[in-house]
DNA sequence: GTCTATAGTTAGATAGAC
DNA sequence: GTCTATCTAACTATAGAC
């Protein structure tokens, strides 16, 4: 493996990853990877690749996000559990955010795989979770009533949550909401809020 | 159109449907389709339909929720914001829940055609969904701090999430949890109890 | 390693008998 | 409306010259 093949390498997975993105898994030929990575014809592809299912592992490896989400997860800390919380989403949304490309393609997988890259993906980011979510629960404030699996769900569901609706932001149905648009790091700290604090002033001044 | 062709229509498009979640669209032939259906050959779609486009397009439609989701939109009401927003939720949370295959067929529109289908379903849905948000934030005790776009956002979020993370739970990956699992209503209750209240109890009893 | 050429298969769609 | 038969085009993958 020379430099020249390992950057003809890199250049057919980031053309793939284009296009599975764009197109679908099914939807996306070996000919127009090939082309699309500068080769004049298909064949070059088999150099590099035994077939079109390994090249779109390889790209769902390349596009996840291990190493800037592994290292958030194992040292977020903060004095309260709201700060905690906050720094958590904080540094979680926004790389999940640049990385909706990883989000699409994990669609694909689910879709044409059954998720099996994807549950490959979970196995080694959810122990990194938990390790967090032991530290969250370890401060007073935390409502006790409130089983760990229940606030691991809530919080994933919200990263979730916001990343789809990001994208459905994105598409013209949703211009003609009858409300100023809201912009920049304000839906973050707004979803961040309602997480911690809830959307209601309980009348008492007091939770439950 | 005499009533044997329309249920051959229907036996088409339930055939599609279930071959549309396992395997995508582009991975779906026609003759799978056909195959499924009840056809010995292809043709026989041809009478019905125009083309794939337009089978995937019927499908979509005949699975949206609308007669479910519209109604309970219009007419959820409380006593208060918290009684309003739990009603809401335990009423869509288990309508989507039992429509996760209108879900899936979301994804491939948003994959294979750009979301063009889903589009206009949230065009028909939207207006619906803001008629009850006026109704929440008719309550005094809805936190005033909080952007209406901001509270709509967290509670679409908070839908989409439970409905992935339970895509997701199914996975056999997930089974290694170091907890016991919660089963039933409890995952929803508690979802909507954080969203409510929040996973803190502000040390001064008072929020913000 | 990259090319030309092509094998072998399957796709969506159609013509025409019945 | 459903069938048989078939068209054209595209697909993944490979063999072999260079």
Redesign the pocket.
């Known amino acids: ?2 430099e ?2 390992s950057s ?1 390498r890199d250049a057919i997975l980031d053309a793939a990853a284009q296009l599975f993105q764009r197109q679908g898994y ?1 939807a ?5 990877i ?1 082309r699309a990575a500068g ?10 690749f ?4 390994d090249i779109f592992a390889a790209v769902l490896e390349r596009r996840a996000p291990y190493d800037a989400l592994l290292p958030v997860l194992e040292n977020v800390t903060g004095d309260t559990a709201e700060d905690l919380l906050q720094n958590l989403l904080r540094a979680v949304i926004p790389i999940m955010r640049e990385r909706l490309d990883f989000l699409q393609l994990i669609l694909i997988d689910l879709q044409e795989f059954d998720g099996r890259l994807f549950s490959s993906f979970l196995q080694q980011v959810t122990p990194h979770f938990v390790g967090m979510l032991s530290r969250l629960l370890s401060f007073p404030e935390i409502r006790p009533d409130l089983k760990p699996q229940i606030i691991l769900r809530a919080i994933v569901s919200v990263i979730i949550g916001y990343l789809f609706t990001e994208i459905a932001a994105s598409t013209p149905a949703l211009a003609h909401l009858p409300f100023p648009p809201v912009v920049g790091e304000a839906w973050l700290e707004g979803l961040v809020s309602i997480l911690i604090h809830g959307m209601t002033v309980s009348p008492e001044g007091k939770v439950k």
């Open positions: 493996m020379s020249e093949t003809r099914s996306t030929s070996m000919r127009q090939a080769y004049e014809a298909v064949a070059g592809l088999y150099n590099h035994p077939g079109k299912e």
